[in-house]
């Protein structure tokens, strides 16, 4: 990890920029150094279950933690990279800690009055990122969870708004609903007679 002056790093991560319906969900976790949680890994590598129970010891344990969204309707205003670092944004503003050094995964920070670094496969090598990256991916989970009881034609509960074969042939079949983001071509293509 990088050196920093003595203070709080939180790290973040997001869930949902390649799924075809529903917003982009940023974590932000700053996690305590007398209270460590074991197991933390990048969000993708563990099971369902091992991420449903340490979302919940992350809320526990860690110092301060914030969930955020960008909406559908964001992602088709702004483009789904300024999206995500919105919601990024908004993750870090609503810590109840200020941090010294935000360490946030992949190749891009958003804009931030903190020092920030960005680390390519953070979500592997830093735990505050790890820990971030399974509460961005757990609480979208949820809401997709959410969509399908609204929405069960898509099959939301599955694909997690994925465009797999199955969500492909229903969109086709039923157009898109109003969690459909309309600026991806797969959505696009089925709403080309209005769309444009």
């Excluded at 820990?131 to 809401?143: C, E, G, M, Q, T």
Aim: neutral net charge; glycine residues 8%; aromatic residues 6%.
């Amino acid at each position: 990890m990088p050196w920093h002056p003595p203070g709080l790093v939180a790290g973040v991560d997001e869930a949902g920029r390649g799924p075809l319906a529903g917003p982009v969900v940023a974590a932000a976790v700053i996690l305590d150094d007398l209270n460590p949680i074991a197991g933390l890994a990048d969000s993708k590598k563990l099971t369902a279950a091992r991420r449903e129970a340490l979302f919940d010891e992350i809320r526990a344990k860690a110092l301060c933690c914030s969930i955020a969204e960008a909406s559908v309707q964001e992602i088709d205003e702004l483009n789904i990279l300024q999206a995500t670092m919105l919601a990024m944004r908004r993750a870090v503003m609503g810590l109840r800690l200020k941090p010294v050094l935000v360490l946030v995964d992949g190749n891009r920070i958003p804009v931030l009055d903190m020092h920030a670094e960005a680390i390519v496969k953070g979500d592997a090598l830093v735990k505050a990122i790890s820990a971030a990256s399974i509460l961005a991916k757990v609480h979208r989970d949820r809401w997709c969870e959410r969509l399908d009881a609204q929405y069960p034609a898509y099959g939301f509960a599955g694909h997690k708004g994925y465009g797999t074969p199955a969500h492909l042939t229903a969109l086709q079949a039923h157009g898109a609903c109003p969690e459909h983001r309309r600026s991806f071509s797969p959505v696009a293509q089925v709403l080309a007679p209005s769309f444009f």
